[in-house]
C-alpha cells in the first residue's frame, strides 16, 4: 500500500489521506484505519464505479469493527443493518442506492433512511448521489467521505485473464467533522 498524499488540519489533526491499493488485502488495512474514526452518528458517503470496491470496503470494516457474521452487498435489499451495538454501542446500517432513481420522495419514505438519522447509529452509503434530490430536505451530510476509483494500468502491464488480474485502486478518504 502507497500513500499518495496526506492533508492535516490547521490544528494538525489528519483531514483527507490517499492511497494505492494493490489487493483487496490492502483494502483491509484502509478498513482498519477508518475503523478507528468511526464515531455514532456518522454518515459514510462511498462514491466511485461499480466494482470499485465500495461493498469490500464496508466488509472489511465490518470486520475491523468486530462483525463476524455474513455481509453481503444491499444491491437488492437497499440496506442491510449491522447490530454492533454489544461491540461499539451503534447499529451500521450499509446502504447501497443504486437502484434508487432519487425522483420520487416516496423512494425516499420506502427505504426508511429518515427513520436512521438519529445520532446514535452509523450510516455506510454507497451511491449517495442518488441522494440529490433529497438531500436539503433530508440534510444529509456527510461526516466522512471516501472516492474508490481504479487506477490506469501501465501500458507495459503483462496481459492476463482479467478475472484473475487485480487492477490496483486509488482510494481517498476525506473526514470532514
Ligand atoms: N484493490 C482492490 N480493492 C477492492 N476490491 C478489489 C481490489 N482488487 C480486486 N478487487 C475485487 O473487485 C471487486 C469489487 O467489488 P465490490 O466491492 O462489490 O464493488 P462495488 O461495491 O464498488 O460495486 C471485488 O470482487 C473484489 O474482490
Ligand atoms: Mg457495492
Redesign the pocket.
Known amino acids: 500500500m502507497s500513500k499518495s498524499h496526506i492533508k492535516y488540519s490547521s490544528e494538525g489533526r489528519v483531514m483527507s489521506e490517499s492511497f494505492i491499493?494493490?489487493?483487496?488485502e490492502?483494502?483491509t488495512l484502509v478498513a482498519g484505519q477508518l475503523a478507528t474514526k468511526i464515531q455514532k452518528g456518522d454518515i459514510i458517503f462511498l462514491h466511485?464505479?461499480?466494482?470499485?470496491?465500495?461493498?469490500?470496503?464496508t466488509r472489511a470494516l465490518l470486520r475491523a469493527l468486530g462483525f463476524e457474521g455474513r455481509v453481503k452487498?444491499p444491491t437488492f435489499t437497499v440496506m442491510e443493518p449491522y447490530d454492533l451495538t454489544h461491540l461499539h454501542g451503534f447499529f451500521l446500517y450499509h446502504y447501497d442506492l443504486y437502484r434508487i432513481s432519487g425522483e420520487s420522495p416516496d423512494e425516499l419514505e420506502n427505504i426508511g433512511i429518515r427513520d436512521q438519522l438519529n445520532q446514535k447509529d452509523v450510516l455506510v452509503i454507497?451511491w449517495p448521489e442518488r441522494l440529490k434530490s433529497f438531500r436539503s430536505f433530508l440534510r444529509l451530510e456527510p461526516t466522512i467521505e471516501v472516492f474508490?476509483d481504479f487506477c490506469e494500468l501501465p501500458q507495459d502491464a503483462p496481459q492476463k485473464n482479467p478475472a484473475e488480474m487485480?487492477?490496483?485502486?486509488k482510494i481517498c478518504l476525506n473526514i470532514l467533522k
Request: net charge negative.
Open positions: 491499493l494493490n489487493s483487496e490492502e483494502m466511485g464505479n461499480l466494482g470499485a470496491g465500495k461493498t469490500t470496503l452487498s454507497e474508490i487485480t487492477v490496483p485502486r
